[in-house]
C-alpha cells in the first residue's frame, strides 16, 4: 500500500480500521484505480478526482460492510455522487478561468494504450468532448459507455429512474458522437504521426510542418493565468504552424500522456509544458498545451487508471 493509500484509508497501524484484514480497507485499495478514473473522467482534475477519493474514503469507511452485497457498486456510487457534487463547483471555478481550460494530464503506463477504450476514454480529446455534457449526462455517460455500469446500478449513483437514465444515456451517447474524432486511433499510429510532428518542429522546416497538421487545426494553450499562453483557441494551419516554430529550440521529449503519445516540453530539468494531440485522417487536428504549473506536478510520476 502506498503513502497516499494510507493517508486516504487511515491505514496507518494504529487502529482496527488500518490492519490489513479490514474488509472496508481491502475493497477501497482493490478498487482504487476504478474509483479514481471514474472520477477523473467526470471532473478532468487529478486534484480534484483525489480529493473525491479521500471523501468516498471517508463515508465507505462508516459503512457497515455486513450490508454492502457488492462493494465496487457500492463504492462507484459513492464515488460518482462526491464528483457530481464536485464538479457542479468546478464548473463555475471554470467560468471565471483566465483563457482556455484544459484537463490535468496524467503520466500513463505503456499498458494503458492496449485497452484502446479506456485510452480513448481518458484522452485529453475525449475529456474535452465530456466537457460539454451536463454533469448527470456525464455521469451517466462514462459510467454505461466506459465501465459498462447497468442502468440499475447507474440510477442509483446519480438519483434517477433506470428509464429516465436510459434516455439521458441515449442523449449523451449522441451528443458525444457527434464531437468525438471519427476514428479511434491506434497507439501506432499515433507515435508515427507524433514522430513525424515532432521531427519537423525540431527541424524548423515550416513547410514540412504544415504537412503534418490538418489546416482547420485548432491549438489550445492553457497556461490559467500564471504563466504566458494565447488567451484564445489559435485557428487555421499557418497561424498554429507560426506558433509551434517557436519551439524549434525547444527540449521535446515523448511520453504517455492520458493512454496516448505526446510530448513534454523541459526547460532544464523543468518541465514547461505537455502537449497532447488530436490526429485524424493521419493529420493533427487539434493540440493541445497545458502550460499552467497547477496542473503540472503529477508528470514526473505515472498515475494508474483502470476500470
Do not use: C
Amino acid at each position: 500500500m502506498d503513502e497516499r493509500t494510507q493517508q486516504e484509508t487511515g491505514a496507518t497501524g494504529h487502529s482496527p480500521r488500518a490492519e490489513g484484514t479490514d474488509s472496508a480497507t481491502e475493497a477501497f485499495v482493490a478498487h482504487r484505480n476504478l474509483l479514481f478514473t471514474v472520477a477523473y473522467e467526470m471532473l478532468g482534475s487529478a486534484s480534484d478526482a483525489e480529493d473525491v477519493l479521500q471523501e468516498t474514503w471517508l463515508r465507505w469507511a462508516d459503512i457497515d460492510q455486513d450490508t454492502v452485497r457488492d462493494p465496487r457498486a457500492f463504492l462507484v456510487r459513492i464515488t460518482t455522487r462526491q464528483a457530481l457534487t464536485r464538479l457542479r463547483t468546478l464548473r463555475r471555478r471554470k467560468e471565471s478561468y483566465v483563457g482556455p481550460w484544459l484537463p490535468e494530464p496524467l503520466l500513463t503506463a505503456p499498458d494503458v494504450a492496449e485497452d484502446i477504450e479506456l485510452a480513448d476514454s481518458v484522452s485529453m480529446a475525449m475529456l474535452l468532448v465530456l466537457e460539454t455534457l451536463a454533469p448527470t449526462e456525464r455521469a451517466v455517460f462514462v459510467l454505461r459507455e466506459v465501465f459498462d455500469l447497468g442502468y440499475e446500478e447507474i440510477a442509483q449513483a446519480v438519483d434517477k429512474t433506470p428509464a429516465t437514465v436510459r434516455q439521458i444515456a441515449h442523449r449523451a451517447r449522441a451528443h458525444v458522437a457527434a464531437r468525438r474524432p471519427r476514428e479511434v486511433v491506434s497507439p501506432a499510429q499515433s507515435r508515427s504521426a507524433l514522430t513525424a510532428f515532432q521531427q519537423t518542429v525540431e527541424s524548423g522546416d515550416l513547410q514540412r510542418l504544415l504537412d503534418t497538421i490538418a489546416p482547420d487545426v485548432v491549438l489550445l494553450t492553457d497556461g490559467g493565468g500564471i504563466v504566458r499562453a494565447a488567451l484564445e483557441p489559435v485557428v487555421g494551419a499557418e497561424k498554429v504552424a507560426g506558433v509551434l516554430s517557436r519551439l524549434a529550440s525547444a527540449s521535446l521529449h515523448p511520453a504517455q500522456i492520458n493512454g496516448y503519445p505526446a510530448l513534454i516540453l523541459r526547460t532544464g530539468d523543468a518541465i514547461e509544458s505537455v502537449l497532447a494531440v488530436r490526429i485524424e485522417d493521419g493529420l493533427i487536428t487539434g493540440l493541445y498545451a497545458v502550460r499552467n504549473p497547477e496542473k503540472l506536478s503529477r508528470i514526473d510520476r505515472e498515475t494508474a487508471v483502470g476500470r
